[in-house]
């Protein structure tokens, strides 16, 4: 099959790495994959890097852009059309909110106008890794939202999401209610995540970020932006550090409240608990939560975070506000789930796991047969690939 995935920006977060997975999987097994995208601004990092030698063609469409601006998004669309035009595609896949509107719209607008092709071509897919629209948002703005993915909809052939929970939240917003949803959990690169690095290599990380050997860490692996929760953690520590001496905490990421977290972190006095080590190339990301011991995720609003399952493969337990998809894989079994915002369990649950390295040992343990299968790129390719060669068989 011809196919063209189209994400707005490839900074280093999860739909991308989903992405970029996706589009390596299938060009392995012999389709023409082309990946279109914006430019990646911002202080979030960049994985065009990741895109050179994966055996699929990449294309820049500068205005492509996250913000909301018709100078820039009417262009994009054209743009779209006009590359998608070219390309003849079979498969057209967006993700993203801006992409997967702008995309969705240029591809069905082809429908019927390739050349000697089904009047059904392409088809058009969405993958829906978080909603635009969420609780912690202005009404209004969220109603918004939901008429233009309602409408955007309209021009989707089917629906692939990261969580079932994804699939309940957007039937239930009245999104998409008679097109197919299948979920397709991200996948993750296992192998480097499933194996301990040395010991030494443990000891040089934490070494570098001023933590002992002996401590126990909670780590934290997102961006420093709004929503991801951060504060809640802080919060948390201030509590827990009053009772234990010997805990520290990670900070994995960069974004635009690095500082203002700093200040919280500075008028709390825990300054030398917690260490923030900026962006990390992917790479790094398994050294660092296996140097680390419990990971802690309070994100308000979330797909389903690749980072939950990436820690659960590294053997750790995990400790995650109960929002969106995380139900699917944190359980009593792997972890605690916590209500949103509430900082009171939230401290129960890391003090539980800081006293209890038993308890850490053998939700990790469990945690990692439960995902290893679940989350392995070829399942989610054969997932994928199913979705398209069912819609290519109705043609």
């Not at 699939?167 to 998409?176: C, F, N, P």
């Not at 001023?210 to 126990?216: E, H, L």
């Not at 409240?257 to 608990?273: D, M, S, V, W, Y």
Request: proline residues 6%; contains cysteine; negative net charge.
């Amino acid at each position: 099959m011809k196919i063209v995935h189209i994400i707005t920006r490839l900074i280093l977060g999860g739909a991308q790495e989903n992405t970029l997975i996706t589009c390596k999987l299938l060009a392995n097994r012999g389709h023409d994959v082309t990946l279109i995208t914006g430019p990646a601004i911002g202080p979030e990092g960049a994985l065009f890097e990741q895109t050179k030698t994966a055996g699929y063609k990449t294309i820049v469409l500068d205005e492509l852009r996250r913000e909301i601006s018709p100078f820039v998004d009417i262009p994009a669309y054209f743009k779209l059309k006009k590359r998608l035009k070219d390309l003849q595609p079979d498969i057209v896949h967006t993700h993203s909110a801006k992409a997967g509107i702008l995309g969705r719209y240029a591809g069905w607008a082809l429908k019927g106008k390739l050349p000697d092709r089904s009047s059904q071509l392409p088809l058009v897919v969405h993958t829906i890794h978080g909603l635009a629209f969420h609780p912690y948002q202005n009404p209004l703005l969220n109603k918004f939202y939901i008429a233009i993915e309602k409408a955007t909809a309209k021009r989707t052939d089917a629906f692939i999401t990261v969580a079932d929970t994804m699939a309940e939240k957007a039937k239930a917003a009245g999104i998409g209610q008679d097109k197919p949803y299948t979920t397709a959990y991200s996948a993750i690169e296992e192998d480097a995540y499933l194996t301990p690095p040395p010991q030494s290599e443990i000891e040089a990380f934490r070494k570098q970020y001023g933590i002992p050997n002996d401590a126990v860490v909670f780590v934290k692996v997102a961006r420093l932006f709004e929503l991801k929760g951060h504060e809640y953690i802080i919060e948390s520590a201030r509590r827990l550090a009053e009772k234990h001496d010997n805990c520290y905490w990670l900070f994995v990421g960069d974004g635009l409240l690095a500082e203002p977290l700093k200040n919280q972190i500075k008028f709390a006095g825990l300054e030398g608990r917690f260490k923030f080590t900026g962006l990390l190339p992917p790479e790094q990301i398994p050294l660092a939560i296996h140097s680390s011991d419990i990971l802690v995720h309070c994100s308000l609003r979330e797909g389903l975070a690749r980072v939950l399952p990436q820690a659960m493969l590294c053997g750790k337990p995990v400790v995650s506000f109960d929002i969106d998809g995380a139900k699917e894989v944190v359980n009593k079994d792997t972890g605690f789930l916590v209500e949103p915002e509430n900082i009171d369990q939230l401290t129960d649950a890391c003090e539980e796991l800081l006293e209890n390295p038993d308890l850490r040992n053998q939700l990790g343990q469990t945690g990692k047969a439960a995902v290893t299968e679940q989350f392995a790129p070829e399942t989610m390719a054969n997932t994928i690939e199913s979705v398209y060669q069912h819609l290519m068989n109705n043609c």
